[in-house]
């Protein structure tokens, strides 16, 4: 038999639409504290090179040979991947630039990596270039998605639903995306955690991911409207968050059980992909319980005050 | 009724999945059949031979084929290499193709954005350059920014403000603006087209297995060359003009003359410059000269002072009279030019820059007129010292490398003066006549080969040639130059020049273990998630596990089918769609359960759980699928390929999810059935 469930969720619901809001606000402190987010060359425009030494070498013998000359800005981690037995030290080298000509920083990165280490005892893992016009047109197009998406969205659910859930929905997805991005910039403050494109395809991920819950409650109230009509407004909100609760709960305990999995096997390669999707399975969750429906309820608690209209 | 539906979805389910095995069985075969890990061999077979025979020939090595040596150059069974696997390696990357094909950060290989670099477009169509015409394209460069829309009017703005006819430098003497306008569109646009044309051809000699070079809007070209491994060969190979020319070397009297004239105009610059008491960059630059003279006067074991080769000329008494600092005072360009053994003119690296400073001069082009100096593609070295050869020649070329139809590599015979490799031609019947005529009509002469502004040779016309047939010798280099600069030559010019606006490169182990690792970790996933579903919902957990893994077949075979790549966010799509492959089944059956609850038979409560559910299904999907088609239409690479697979996903989610575990369901519910197992 289906488990019944009845908590009062609405009850919290401004409680709850208040957590979101400060949340989003400390998120949003980090970035303005930083600067803005910390984008990722492939952003920026800069040259990244992540090389494997066949032998181990000491990280900071390879940023006392970049030292000298004209490296200004390179950043040098160490890269450690558990999938590696391959090399004994891995590192990254980076440097974000605005100039078009990264041809030559990348000729003379490779030159001090060759006279100082030697041209066979390591190889180029992966290097990317990027000029800045391809980063600016990939934040304008990302931008632009994004935008189009939303607006799409807006459409159809106002077509299939009304306009208040449509506008419901779409604050769930903004609260979504930002809340996540506000977390990766914390996290980028403590951990330098960056603005990639596997992150950008996880936030897209989470858009999508968020949507489908939310839609699936929005659904259940849309039915209930004819079925228990007469109803409190805010109850059958209530009910229809209950009645869905088993099947929100399943769900998203099966999505972040993959999710950890990934995390754990998946690898360096793609980390900063699952632990985007990680944070923002758990926001996307929580906010078609409580960020989607309250947002109707209170929308609907102003209008029926307001007009004193008859129909919930 | 019913029992009549189900035969037609069975039907097609029949259909759907015999095409998605069909589709999927070259993949199976090239990732997964026991033929891989024999083929894997026999490529790190060919790729040690290769890298053992550029050791023999003393060529560097790269880190990845000198770890190769070490790592199985002592095994014995890695260094016999026959014929026949060779040709069971091509034949199996020959069904790769068929094959659900990785995306570069999977595979490993070069990711290229080329642009057509418009500014150095117009500069290669202008008839006549000076320092004006690039100030003004600078200008306009710099106020179109990345927008190469508006690049062009841009140029004609930047013209008129300067009041400069563009007839000055494009097109014939007196055409209207609006003309040379429209000619430089078409040509642009023409650009377009021809570089893909070249960059095919050339890629396909290159010899590389799925290359895929595709425009992208109008002005860039996506380069993707899978598996390469020597990155420099190849950005090269695409990025190279390639633009061949036959000049006619000017006679030693014209030189002599010119040398000369040069000096006088930038003499007679400084001094009025000096007398303004104005310090300009050009007069440092001659004051600067001086010690580099005297070092060369020197090195006269192999190098001779310029000013002796001249000797008839009135330099002579100048040189011999005046001082180190007057000769350069006096003798500007002259002063830093060096007399080679054969007689030729060189400069010295150190003052290639200022020497190429030099002729860039206004004054200095009006008097070099229609001739202009080449550069050696490559230094001579004396004393452990650079020099450059300089080559005064025809500004018009006699022939251009259009007319190009075989190229290939050789190795120069013994007999041969420089020894190394040569790239032996043949011109098409019309190119032939023209070399023909030109070769006659200038015997005694030298023709200059000059490919892209660089001097690769100057050898004498001895005779006409009448057959269209020569030979660049390339004066030592590697086998692979060669055999490049034949691929390009034969390929043809680039007529727009291109500019990289984005170079990734993934090692191929890099994108190994990111196989590695996503596979395992899909595994390991997808594991959870059966025993999740079959703990919670019993037999119908089974259906849906099946529904799920049909699911993923489907979207593989469709992506195989339609030839698109799989990438890492590609991955992250289909772990999407999975997820809400599980979500949909949930919906489903917690409907159910509902459902069982409040109707009488469980027929009843199937039909309404499925129809209710579906409805929830439908508009969860649709909507995360209208995400999806907006990701693709403005997204870039990889949003685009998440973005494809979650809406392939996506489709073939709402047939698994609700058709095919009802038709599960159904087959194995028997009827009037009391119970059901969810």
Same mark, same amino acid.
């Given at each position: 038999?289906?488990?019944?469930t009845k908590f009062d969720f609405m009850k919290f619901k401004m409680t709850a639409l208040l957590i979101s809001a400060s949340v989003i606000v400390v998120g949003l402190l980090f970035i303005v504290m930083q600067k803005g987010l910390d984008y990722n060359i492939e952003f920026n425009g800069g040259y990244l090179m992540q090389a494997g030494f066949y032998e181990k070498v000491n990280i900071s013998d390879i940023r006392n040979a970049f030292s000298a000359g004209d490296f200004a800005g390179i950043e040098i981690q160490e890269f450690s991947d558990q999938n590696t037995e391959k090399f004994g030290t891995e590192v990254v080298l980076k440097v974000e630039t605005a100039q078009q000509d990264i041809k030559t920083l990348e000729k003379n990165i490779t030159e001090v990596l060759n006279t100082k280490f030697g041209k066979d005892k390591y190889e180029v893992r992966q290097s990317t270039s990027i000029g800045p016009k391809v980063g600016d047109e990939l934040k304008s197009s990302t931008i632009q998605a994004i935008f189009w998406t939303v607006l799409l969205i807006l459409l159809y659910i106002t077509i299939k639903f009304q306009f208040k859930f449509a506008v419901a929905a779409v604050m769930a997805l903004v609260?979504?995306?930002?809340?996540?991005?506000?977390?990766?910039?914390?996290?980028?403050?403590?951990?330098?955690?960056?603005?990639?494109?596997?992150?950008?395809?996880?936030?897209?991920?989470?858009?999508?991911?968020?949507?489908?819950?939310?839609?699936?409650?929005?659904?259940?109230?849309?039915?209930?409207?004819?079925?228990?009509?007469?109803?409190?407004?805010?109850?059958?909100?209530?009910?229809?968050?209950?009645? !869905?609760?088993?099947?929100?709960?399943? !769900?998203?305990?099966?999505?972040?059980?993959?999710?950890?999995?990934?995390?754990?096997?998946?690898?360096?390669?793609?980390?900063?992909?699952?632990?985007?999707?990680?944070?923002?399975?758990?926001?996307? !969750?929580?906010?078609?319980?409580?960020?989607?429906?309250?947002?109707?309820?209170?929308?609907?608690?102003?209008?029926?005050?307001?007009?004193?209209?008859?129909?919930? | 009724?019913?029992?009549?539906?189900?035969?037609?979805?069975?039907?097609?389910?029949?259909?759907?999945?015999?095409?998605?095995?069909?589709?999927?069985?070259?993949?199976?075969?090239?990732?997964?059949?026991?033929?891989?890990?024999?083929?894997?061999?026999?490529?790190?077979?060919?790729?040690?031979?290769?890298?053992?025979?550029?050791?023999?020939?003393?060529?560097?090595?790269?880190?990845?084929?000198?770890?190769?040596?070490?790592?199985?150059?002592?095994?014995?069974?890695? &260094?016999?290499?026959?014929?026949?696997e060779i040709e069971k390696l091509a034949a199996f990357e020959k069904q790769n193709l068929k094959s659900l094909a990785l995306g570069l950060d999977l595979q490993g290989g070069m990711h290229l954005v080329l642009e057509i670099d418009y500014d150095q477009l117009l500069k290669n169509k202008a008839t006549k350059k000076d320092k004006q015409l690039e100030d003004i394209l600078a200008a306009a460069k710099s106020r179109a920014g990345s927008d190469k829309e508006i690049y062009l009017a841009e140029v004609k703005t930047a013209f008129s403000e300067k009041n400069v006819p563009m007839n000055n430098y494009f097109g014939r003497s007196g055409e209207s603006d609006e003309?040379?306008?429209?000619? &430089?569109?078409?040509?642009?646009?023409?650009?377009?087209?021809?570089?893909?044309?070249?960059?095919?051809?050339?890629?396909?000699?290159?010899?590389?297995?799925?290359?895929?070079?595709?425009?992208?809007?109008?002005?860039?070209?996506?380069?993707?060359?899978?598996?390469?491994?020597?990155? @420099?060969?190849?950005?090269?190979?695409?990025?190279?003009?390639?633009?061949?020319?036959?000049?006619?070397?000017?006679?030693?009297?014209?030189?002599?003359?010119?040398?000369?004239?040069?000096?006088?105009?930038?003499?007679?610059?400084?001094?009025?410059?000096?007398?303004?008491?104005?310090?300009?960059?050009?007069?440092?630059?001659?004051?600067?000269?001086?010690?580099?003279?005297?070092?060369?006067?020197?090195?006269?074991?192999?190098?001779?002072?310029?000013?002796?080769?001249?000797?008839?000329?009135?330099?002579?008494?100048?040189?011999?009279?005046?001082?180190?600092? @007057?000769?350069?005072?006096?003798?500007?360009?002259?002063?830093?030019?060096?007399?080679?053994?054969?007689? @030729?003119?060189?400069?010295?690296?150190?003052?290639?820059?200022?020497?190429?400073?030099?002729?860039?001069?206004?004054?200095?082009?009006?008097?070099?007129?229609?001739?202009?100096?080449?550069?050696?593609?490559?230094?001579?070295?004396?004393?452990?010292?650079?020099?450059?050869?300089?080559?005064?020649?025809?500004?018009?070329?006699?022939?251009?490398?259009?007319?190009?139809?075989?190229?290939?590599?050789?190795?120069?015979?013994?007999?041969?003066?420089?020894?190394?490799?040569?790239?032996?031609?043949?011109?098409?019947?019309?190119?032939?006549?023209?070399?023909?005529?030109?070769?006659?009509?200038?015997?005694?002469?030298?023709?200059?080969?000059?490919?892209?502004?660089?001097?690769?040779?100057?050898?004498?016309?001895? $005779?006409?040639?009448?057959?269209?047939?020569?030979?660049?010798?390339?004066?030592?280099?590697?086998?692979? @130059?060669?055999?490049?600069?034949?691929?390009?030559?034969?390929?043809?010019?680039?007529?727009?020049?291109?500019?990289?606006?984005?170079?990734?490169?993934?090692?191929?182990?890099?994108?190994?273990?990111?196989?590695?690792?996503?596979?395992?970790?899909?595994?390991?996933?997808?594991?959870?998630?059966?025993?999740?579903?079959?703990?919670?919902?019993?037999?119908?957990?089974?259906?849906?596990?099946?529904?799920?893994?049909?699911?993923?077949?489907?979207?593989?075979?469709?992506?195989?089918?339609?030839?698109?790549?799989?990438?890492?966010?590609?991955?992250?799509?289909?772990?999407?769609?999975?997820?809400?492959?599980?979500?949909?089944?949930?919906?489903?059956?917690?409907?159910?359960?509902?459902?069982?609850?409040?109707?009488?038979?469980?027929?009843?409560?199937?039909?309404?759980?499925?129809?209710?559910?579906?409805?929830?299904?439908?508009?969860?999907?649709?909507?995360?699928?209208?995400?999806?088609?907006?990701?693709?239409?403005?997204?870039?690479?990889? $949003?685009?390929?998440?973005?494809?697979?979650?809406?392939?996903?996506?489709?073939?989610?709402?047939?698994?999810?609700?058709?095919?575990?009802?038709? &599960?369901?159904?087959?194995?519910?028997?009827?009037?059935?009391?119970?059901?197992?969810?």
């Amino acid at each position: 038999m289906a488990l019944k469930t009845k908590f009062d969720f609405m009850k919290f619901k401004m409680t709850a639409l208040l957590i979101s809001a400060s949340v989003i606000v400390v998120g949003l402190l980090f970035i303005v504290m930083q600067k803005g987010l910390d984008y990722n060359i492939e952003f920026n425009g800069g040259y990244l090179m992540q090389a494997g030494f066949y032998e181990k070498v000491n990280i900071s013998d390879i940023r006392n040979a970049f030292s000298a000359g004209d490296f200004a800005g390179i950043e040098i981690q160490e890269f450690s991947d558990q999938n590696t037995e391959k090399f004994g030290t891995e590192v990254v080298l980076k440097v974000e630039t605005a100039q078009q000509d990264i041809k030559t920083l990348e000729k003379n990165i490779t030159e001090v990596l060759n006279t100082k280490f030697g041209k066979d005892k390591y190889e180029v893992r992966q290097s990317t270039s990027i000029g800045p016009k391809v980063g600016d047109e990939l934040k304008s197009s990302t931008i632009q998605a994004i935008f189009w998406t939303v607006l799409l969205i807006l459409l159809y659910i106002t077509i299939k639903f009304q306009f208040k859930f449509a506008v419901a929905a779409v604050m769930a997805l903004v609260h979504d995306v930002s809340i996540t991005v506000g977390i990766l910039s914390i996290l980028g403050f403590f951990f330098g955690y960056e603005i990639s494109l596997p992150v950008i395809a996880a936030l897209l991920t989470i858009l999508g991911y968020s949507l489908n819950d939310t839609i699936v409650v929005f659904d259940r109230i849309r039915e209930n409207i004819k079925k228990l009509e007469g109803m409190d407004f805010e109850k059958m909100v209530n009910t229809s968050i209950n009645e !869905t609760l088993v099947r929100t709960l399943l !769900t998203g305990a099966c999505s972040f059980m993959v999710v950890i999995i990934l995390i754990i096997f998946g690898g360096e390669v793609i980390r900063d992909l699952t632990v985007t999707l990680l944070i923002g399975m758990i926001v996307g !969750t929580y906010s078609s319980v409580y960020v989607a429906a309250p947002i109707v309820v209170v929308w609907e608690n102003f209008h029926h005050r307001k007009r004193h209209l008859k129909k919930a | 009724m019913k029992e009549h539906n189900n035969m037609i979805r069975w039907i097609i389910f029949a259909i759907l999945f015999s095409w998605a095995i069909y589709a999927l069985i070259p993949t199976y075969q090239t990732y997964f059949s026991s033929e891989k890990q024999t083929v894997e061999k026999i490529k790190i077979k060919s790729d040690l031979s290769k890298a053992l025979a550029k050791q023999e020939r003393g060529e560097d090595l790269t880190g990845l084929e000198s770890n190769l040596i070490k790592t199985y150059g002592e095994k014995a069974d890695y &260094l016999s290499l026959a014929p026949e696997e060779i040709e069971k390696l091509a034949a199996f990357e020959k069904q790769n193709l068929k094959s659900l094909a990785l995306g570069l950060d999977l595979q490993g290989g070069m990711h290229l954005v080329l642009e057509i670099d418009y500014d150095q477009l117009l500069k290669n169509k202008a008839t006549k350059k000076d320092k004006q015409l690039e100030d003004i394209l600078a200008a306009a460069k710099s106020r179109a920014g990345s927008d190469k829309e508006i690049y062009l009017a841009e140029v004609k703005t930047a013209f008129s403000e300067k009041n400069v006819p563009m007839n000055n430098y494009f097109g014939r003497s007196g055409e209207s603006d609006e003309k040379i306008l429209a000619s &430089l569109d078409s040509a642009a646009k023409k650009g377009i087209t021809t570089t893909l044309e070249v960059l095919r051809n050339r890629i396909d000699q290159f010899g590389i297995a799925e290359p895929s070079i595709q425009p992208r809007g109008k002005h860039r070209i996506v380069v993707e060359l899978p598996g390469v491994k020597d990155e @420099e060969r190849a950005t090269k190979l695409v990025n190279q003009a390639a633009f061949l020319e036959f000049k006619i070397v000017a006679d030693n009297e014209i030189l002599q003359q010119k040398v000369n004239d040069i000096d006088i105009v930038l003499k007679n610059q400084n001094d009025y410059l000096e007398s303004n008491a104005i310090s300009t960059d050009s007069a440092a630059v001659s004051k600067a000269e001086t010690p580099a003279v005297t070092e060369a006067k020197t090195d006269t074991s192999k190098a001779t002072d310029a000013t002796k080769l001249f000797s008839d000329s009135a330099a002579d008494t100048t040189a011999a009279a005046a001082t180190d600092e @007057e000769l350069s005072k006096n003798n500007p360009f002259k002063s830093l030019l060096v007399g080679g053994q054969r007689g @030729e003119i060189l400069v010295k690296g150190k003052n290639k820059l200022k020497v190429e400073e030099l002729l860039k001069n206004d004054n200095v082009r009006n008097v070099l007129g229609n001739h202009e100096f080449v550069w050696k593609n490559k230094p001579d070295v004396y004393n452990n010292e650079e020099y450059y050869e300089i080559l005064l020649v025809d500004k018009k070329a006699s022939l251009d490398g259009t007319s190009i139809v075989e190229a290939s590599a050789n190795l120069a015979g013994d007999n041969s003066a420089t020894g190394g490799w040569e790239v032996p031609f043949e011109l098409n019947r019309d190119g032939g006549r023209v070399f023909a005529e030109v070769t006659g009509k200038n015997v005694g002469k030298r023709l200059a080969i000059i490919l892209d502004n660089k001097l690769y040779m100057a050898p004498n016309i001895q $005779v006409r040639i009448p057959n269209g047939r020569g030979v660049i010798t390339l004066g030592g280099g590697t086998a692979e @130059e060669a055999r490049d600069m034949a691929i390009v030559l034969k390929a043809g010019a680039l007529e727009a020049p291109l500019e990289i606006m984005e170079k990734r490169i993934i090692g191929p182990s890099l994108g190994s273990d990111a196989i590695n690792s996503s596979v395992k970790a899909s595994l390991v996933g997808s594991l959870l998630v059966v025993i999740f579903m079959i703990a919670l919902y019993k037999l119908s957990g089974v259906f849906a596990v099946i529904a799920l893994f049909l699911n993923t077949i489907f979207t593989l075979a469709s992506l195989s089918y339609f030839k698109a790549t799989l990438t890492l966010p590609g991955i992250a799509g289909i772990v999407l769609t999975i997820g809400m492959a599980v979500d949909a089944n949930i919906i489903i059956f917690e409907r159910i359960k509902e459902e069982l609850g409040e109707k009488n038979t469980i027929l009843s409560a199937l039909n309404a759980g499925y129809d209710r559910a579906f409805v929830t299904i439908f508009d969860s999907n649709l909507t995360t699928f209208i995400a999806g088609i907006t990701l693709y239409q403005f997204g870039t690479g990889p $949003v685009r390929g998440f973005a494809l697979t979650l809406m392939i996903g996506l489709i073939w989610n709402m047939y698994t999810a609700v058709v095919m575990t009802r038709l &599960l369901t159904d087959l194995f519910m028997k009827k009037n059935a009391k119970s059901i197992s969810i």
